[in-house]
């Protein structure tokens, strides 16, 4: 239980399983322990090596990107976000018909105790450096039929190349969309759609430059496809 | 950097024109390529990238010399700069202006170039 001896992997794993610490003590132990693949404090680096080479999304912005509730659930249970992991090229392998996800090459993320995911989300939360970055949006979640949004998001707007909106049509480079209302503050998904290099500069997302109206339009689709029916109102 | 800019010349055909500064480089163009390309333009360049099975139109094949032969630099410059819209094709293929600097899209065609006609792997 008190084993912090971290050496590989195997120990990593055990103390990322320690439950929660004394409050004091937990931001150091957070941060330590996710900075293993996680850049936990910014800026974010304009570097292409550096994107290459992370291990994992930066979290440095956690407070002005996810939702607490999905954030401490997700800990406990880690599931897939990117179905091709956090850089594609290197979880890509060539094949008879293509290339395709290696999936061998994808590991599970380290989950956590319940005590110590509420800890985690207590601490990631506090860190928003990018608070000014939503304040310049004006967004009130509305809606767009089913229908009328996935042609916007897949013929007009180009977004399923690289990203799914259903769990089956879409393509694996981006991080799945069908959960992103879940997922993300809705002022996150409209400032990253205007703009994703002001959140990282070596962000694989193109800028399409589209107005405001239409990133709203394609944000009311996330909520469409991505609301859970027994919590709409 | 001397043995670059040669092989930059080299591998864009810009030997009749007095040289550009600064020159493109087809070997930082390679690693831009991997970054932001790869995902459907495939691994090798042949248009088979995973995404490519989801998308309605096929990325373009960058190892084929014909069609490749066909466009110009400035063509190849502004179908990544400006997006497939911008060349009257699909919109599939995105802008890349907010990704790259005008350098680094000289230097992805560099590279775009040497994996057509080249022979580069």
């Not at chain 1, 909106?165 to 981006?174: E, I, L, Q, V």
Request: charged share 20%; aromatic share 8%; with cysteine.
């Amino acid at each position: 239980m008190r084993k912090v001896i971290a050496l590989g992997g195997a120990a990593l794993m055990t103390a990322l399983s320690i439950t929660s610490v004394r409050a004091a003590e937990a931001p150091a132990k957070i941060q330590k322990d996710c900075a293993v693949c996680h850049q936990m404090s910014g800026p974010a680096s304009p570097d292409l090596a550096a994107r290459q080479t992370r291990k994992g999304p930066p979290l440095f912005f956690t407070g002005n990107k996810f939702r607490r509730d999905w954030l401490e659930a997700w800990l406990q249970k880690p599931t897939r976000i990117r179905p091709a992991g956090d850089f594609a090229p290197d979880h890509a392998a060539k094949g008879p018909e293509g290339d395709a996800v290696d999936a061998a090459s994808l590991s599970g993320h380290p989950a956590v105790d319940a005590p110590a995911a509420k800890q985690i989300a207590d601490y990631l939360m506090t860190l928003t450096p990018n608070t000014a970055l939503l304040a310049k949006e004006d967004y009130t979640p509305g809606r767009v039929s089913a229908r009328i949004g996935a042609m916007d998001f897949v013929k007009f707007k180009g977004c399923s190349g690289c990203h799914k909106d259903t769990p089956k049509y879409g393509g694996f480079s981006g991080p799945e969309l069908h959960t992103a209302w879940q997922r993300l503050q809705p002022p996150f998904i409209v400032s990253y759609i205007r703009d994703p290099a002001a959140w990282e500069p070596r962000t694989l997302m193109p800028n399409k430059h589209l107005n405001t109206a239409g990133i709203h339009k394609l944000a009311n689709y996330l909520r469409t496809i991505g609301e859970k029916p027994e919590k709409a109102k | 950097m001397n043995k670059l800019f040669i092989l930059a010349v080299f591998l864009c055909g810009s030997i009749l024109y007095p040289r550009p500064a600064p020159a493109a480089d087809a070997v930082h163009g390679k690693t831009l390529y991997r970054v932001y390309c790869t995902q459907c333009h495939g691994l090798s360049g042949d248009g088979k990238g995973i995404n490519a099975p989801q998308l309605s139109v096929q990325p373009r094949n960058h190892r084929d010399r014909a069609e490749m032969s066909a466009r110009t630099d400035d063509d190849l410059f502004k179908a990544i700069k400006e997006g497939g819209q911008a060349v009257n094709k699909s919109i599939l293929m995105p802008n890349w202006d907010g990704n790259m600097t005008d350098a680094e899209i000289h230097d992805v065609v560099a590279y775009l170039r040497a994996l057509c006609c080249a022979g580069a792997k």
